[in-house]
């Protein structure tokens, strides 16, 4: 079993629609990222959370450290924002989920 | 600060070759880390640095590979001798904080093993 699991693997959404990508992990972290990748591109940072909620335009991203849980949320979707969305956390080195690729269809 | 900057961004090359792959930080970043991802493996940590040491290269798939920083600002990745399955896109990444500061990610180097 990976120490990040990511949900769902992939996804597709119709413009404007809500999304919601979930990161769960097993292990003591300081910090949990999440990253951005468009198709053929680099990486981007979208977050560094240790603890409760932050927002950035149409994205929100939460972290329960008792749950071991964050989820990043994407609010009206848009096709730009189709890209895989990675998940990793900090415990002395960083650990990365597998992704989940996002599709948005206008 | 015009960001992480690596080069190449592509090579191709012979197995058996010695590839060098570099990477210049963001300025007052004291933080440097280097993956890999393959659409085998994903993304994966290879080796980091704090403050020009390297703190973690447990990742470093075997001896073939090392990774320098001969100063603040600046890491070479070589791989000697070079082999097929070392194709993948190295990227680096810089930080001001070991782990719970922001990651800043070059746009990567594409390497094809022939």
């Known amino acids: 079993k990976n120490e990040v699991e990511q949900s769902p693997q992939n996804l597709t959404a119709q413009e404007g629609e809500f999304i919601t990508i979930n990161c769960s992990y097993s292990?003591?972290?300081?910090?949990l990222h999440w990253l951005q990748q468009h198709p053929g591109g680099g990486i981007v940072s979208l977050f560094m959370?240790?603890?409760g909620k932050k927002k950035h335009g149409r994205l929100i991203a939460t972290i329960n450290i008792q749950e071991k849980h964050s989820s990043l949320h994407i609010t009206a979707s848009h096709p730009r924002d189709s890209a895989v969305y990675i998940c990793?956390?900090?415990?002395?080195?960083?650990?990365f989920g597998t992704g989940t690729r996002l599709q948005v269809f206008p | 600060d015009a960001g992480v900057i690596q080069s190449p961004r592509h090579e191709v090359t012979e197995m058996g070759q010695e590839v060098t792959l570099r990477c210049k930080l963001i300025?007052?970043?004291?933080?440097l880390f280097w993956y890999r991802q393959t659409m085998m493996r994903g993304l994966e940590l290879l080796i980091y640095?704090?403050?020009?040491?390297?703190?973690?290269d447990s990742g470093m798939p075997e001896d073939r590979f090392s990774a320098k920083m001969p100063n603040a600002s600046f890491s070479t990745l070589k791989i000697q001798p070079s082999e097929p399955r070392d194709s993948a896109v190295y990227f680096c990444?810089?930080?001001?904080?070991?782990?719970?500061?922001?990651?800043?990610f070059g746009e990567g180097s594409r390497l094809t093993v022939l």
């Open positions: 990444a810089s930080s001001f904080r070991v782990g719970t500061g922001e990651l800043f």
């Open positions: 300025s007052g970043h004291n933080s």
């Open positions: 959370l240790s603890s």
């Open positions: 640095f704090n403050n020009n040491v390297p703190i973690d």
């Open positions: 292990v003591g972290i300081s910090a």
């Open positions: 990793a956390v900090w415990a002395d080195k960083l650990i």
